[in-house]
Every structure is written in structure tokens, then in C-alpha cells.
């Protein structure tokens, strides 16, 4: 059976090591803050926020802390806070160890779309293209299918690029693939799916 959206979530925080400083982007990444558990993480936001908590719990939110999507979240007792010229002089900078962001496609050389669908309304770019030049690791958390059946991991994106090349590790409902010369290498198969249904579901070329 597939992998849910926490699912994929806690896989990605399996990607986090201690004393690594992470940015999270909207959708399911803001998840992962849920599954760093004893993990000495330091989650930064380009909104200005270093050392974000998990969700609060219903009934406890505060609507003076959210994150770079504008979901509530919570401190912690080393949080510290500055403006998003300090922020993103930390992306710029080299100081963020690794980036997880969502994704509308991504290709098999690595390029990534994630900022917009021309034509319709979206969140928009936010921190995206600093994030990728950026930091350290990219991982890319998504659905491995759209709505209509048709694969997101791709030769090549359609829609507007947010980086090239800048994609090293992709965790879909289906697994995790790696970017490695020449295409994709299958990393892990989600629970029940086979090698030959994740092949049958992406368009980019996989390598052995």
C-alpha cells in the first residue's frame, strides 16, 4: 500500500542527522517537524524563525507563530527570531545543511518545479530558488502520480523550473529515488509496491 503523507513525512525525517540546521517548505514537508523526535534538528523558516517546534495541539495554537506556509506552529525553548533579510543570509550563506521541499514535478537530471502552474492561483515562490542554490541536500517530498494518473517524476518538467540539477533524493507515496548519473536509482519501495509498479509510474528514465 502506498505511503500516506506522514508516511512519507517520517521517511524524510530518517534523512535528518544531529546538529543539522533544516528548512522546511509548505505542504507535506511542514510535516516533518512531527518526526524529528530525539534528534537534534534546528528547523529554520525563511520568515524569520530559527528552532521550530512540532504542531501545537488543538486548542493551543498561537496565531503570532507560523511558519513560511502560515500554519501555526510552536517554539521551543532555543527558538530565536529575525527579520527575512537575516533568513535568507543564512540560505545564501551555506548555513542550512539541507532543504525539504514539495514538488509539482521533478525530471531525472534533477531539475525542479515546485513554484507554479501557469494559469492558476498558487502560494508562489516564496524562498524556493534560495533554498536550492543554497543549501546543502535537497529532498523533495510528493505524490509520485497527479490527480489524473500521470507521473510526476519526469524526463524532463513542463512547468516552469525553480532550479536545475539541484534535486539529490525523491520521496514519493511509492519510495525514495535517488538522482544519480544517467537518471534514477531506486533507493526503497514503500510498502507492498513492486519495482515494476514504481517503473510503470515514472516517466524518468531508472538505472540500476
Known amino acids: 500500500m502506498p505511503w500516506d503523507r506522514n508516511r512519507m513525512a517520517a521517511r524524510a525525517a530518517e534523512e535528518l542527522e544531529d546538529g543539522m540546521y533544516v528548512n522546511l517548505g509548505i505542504g507535506i514537508p511542514t510535516l516533518v517537524a512531527n518526526y524529528v523526535g530525539d534528534k537534534d534538528i534546528t528547523l529554520q523558516s525563511e520568515n524569520g524563525m530559527l528552532g521550530m517546534g512540532p504542531f501545537p495541539f488543538e486548542g493551543e495554537e498561537d496565531p503570532d507563530l507560523i511558519n513560511a506556509g502560515k500554519q501555526t506552529i510552536t517554539e521551543l525553548a532555543r ?3 529575525f527579520d527575512s533579510a537575516t533568513s535568507f543570509g543564512m540560505i545564501r550563506g551555506g548555513k542550512i545543511a539541507a532543504a525539504i521541499l514539495g514538488a509539482m514535478e521533478v525530471s531525472e537530471k534533477g531539475d525542479l518545479a515546485n513554484w507554479m502552474i ?7 515562490m516564496g ?18 502520480t497527479n490527480k489524473a494518473g500521470d507521473s510526476k517524476v519526469l524526463k524532463s518538467c513542463t512547468l516552469p523550473l525553480t532550479g536545475k540539477a539541484v534535486v539529490d533524493r525523491i520521496i514519493t507515496n511509492m519510495g525514495v529515488l535517488d538522482v544519480v548519473p544517467g537518471g534514477l536509482r531506486i533507493v526503497q519501495l514503500a510498502d ?3 519495482e515494476d509498479e514504481i517503473r510503470a509510474a515514472t516517466e524518468a528514465a531508472i538505472v540500476a
Open 127 to 144: 524562498g524556493a530558488m534560495d533554498l536550492v542554490a543554497g543549501v546543502g541536500k535537497v529532498i523533495v517530498v510528493m505524490d509520485h
Open 79 to 81: 527558538t530565536s527570531y
Open 192 to 194: 507492498g509496491i513492486t
Open 118 to 124: 501557469p494559469g492558476k492561483l498558487v502560494k508562489g
